[in-house]
């Protein structure tokens, strides 16, 4: 679950980045439950908005995030950069002289961050 200002911002971000729909949406008087997933995974992602918030919520400095893997983070980069949603640069992370990891970072209009992976060894 996070937390969100603005649902129709938050729901057409996750959309457009993770091809996530609405899958719910549960009022109650003094804030909202959305429920966005897609079929090609179980993962599914409450967003909360509480009514009557204006003001941004302190993210901290644990520097939590999401993760989501996707096939080739390559074309995923290139999308995103053309649909102008600015993600961070490819970052190849290497061990013992292996690819341990290929992702980058976008970050949503609430100032979460979610780390996009390449599907590969742990990162499926």
Request: hydrophobic fraction near 40%.
């Given at each position: 679950?996070?937390?969100?200002?603005?649902e129709?911002r938050?729901?057409?971000?996750?959309?457009?980045?993770?091809?996530?729909?609405?899958?719910?949406r549960v009022?109650?008087?003094?804030?909202?439950?959305?429920?966005?997933?897609?079929?090609?995974?179980?993962?599914?992602?409450?967003?909360?908005?509480?009514?009557?918030?204006?003001?941004s919520?302190?993210?901290?400095?644990?520097?939590?995030?999401?993760?989501?893997s996707?096939?080739?983070?390559?074309?995923?980069?290139?999308?995103?950069t053309?649909?102008?949603?600015?993600?961070g640069?490819?970052?190849?992370?290497?061990?013992?002289?292996?690819l341990?990891?290929?992702?980058?970072?976008?970050?949503d209009?609430?100032?979460?961050?979610?780390?996009?992976?390449q599907?590969?060894?742990?990162?499926?």
């Amino acid at each position: 679950m996070i937390r969100v200002l603005d649902e129709a911002r938050s729901v057409d971000f996750y959309s457009k980045v993770l091809g996530l729909t609405v899958a719910d949406r549960v009022d109650f008087e003094t804030f909202t439950l959305i429920y966005m997933s897609n079929a090609e995974t179980g993962f599914e992602l409450e967003l909360t908005i509480n009514k009557g918030r204006t003001a941004s919520y302190d993210l901290g400095n644990g520097y939590g995030h999401l993760a989501v893997s996707v096939d080739e983070v390559a074309v995923e980069h290139e999308r995103l950069t053309k649909a102008g949603l600015n993600p961070g640069k490819l970052v190849e992370l290497n061990r013992d002289g292996k690819l341990f990891g290929l992702f980058f970072f976008i970050t949503d209009p609430d100032g979460y961050k979610i780390e996009v992976l390449q599907r590969h060894g742990r990162f499926r």
